[in-house]
């Protein structure tokens, strides 16, 4: 039974807080993708990691892949940073990479250049 357990486990994320979530379904690249955050409210010192206000799991389902789930922390309050405002910026984080550079790897050749400066 869990309360043999000399010690209390943790789970995250924590129990005792409402969730807050939020679930997008998109193409990405033409193939049907869902993500979904569920947000909970946390306190620092019972996750170890200085100044954390909200915890999040982020279920990705793609289709022709495994489904994937990562952990997210931030200081940010659930007030400051909800669910679906979460869920929106992580998905943004990857359009630096997608729009800019991918012109400028294109136009330069650099994927395909096997030259490689040290430096």
């Given at each position: 039974m869990i309360?043999?357990?000399?010690?209390h486990r943790r789970v995250f994320p924590p129990l005792k807080s409402t969730p807050a979530r939020a679930r997008t379904l998109a193409k990405n690249k033409g193939v049907p993708e869902s993500r979904t955050l569920e947000?909970?409210?946390a306190v620092a010192e019972d996750i170890g990691f200085p100044f954390a206000a909200q915890v999040a799991l982020l279920a990705r389902q793609h289709v022709g892949r495994k489904n994937e789930t990562v952990g997210l922390i931030t200081g940010l309050a659930p007030d400051q940073l909800p669910?679906?405002?979460?869920?929106k910026t992580n998905r943004m984080?990857?359009?630096i990479e997608d729009g800019s550079y991918q012109r400028l790897d294109v136009s330069l050749n650099e994927d395909r250049c096997r030259v490689r400066l040290k430096g």
């Amino acid at each position: 039974m869990i309360e043999s357990y000399p010690f209390h486990r943790r789970v995250f994320p924590p129990l005792k807080s409402t969730p807050a979530r939020a679930r997008t379904l998109a193409k990405n690249k033409g193939v049907p993708e869902s993500r979904t955050l569920e947000s909970r409210p946390a306190v620092a010192e019972d996750i170890g990691f200085p100044f954390a206000a909200q915890v999040a799991l982020l279920a990705r389902q793609h289709v022709g892949r495994k489904n994937e789930t990562v952990g997210l922390i931030t200081g940010l309050a659930p007030d400051q940073l909800p669910a679906a405002q979460w869920l929106k910026t992580n998905r943004m984080a990857w359009g630096i990479e997608d729009g800019s550079y991918q012109r400028l790897d294109v136009s330069l050749n650099e994927d395909r250049c096997r030259v490689r400066l040290k430096g």
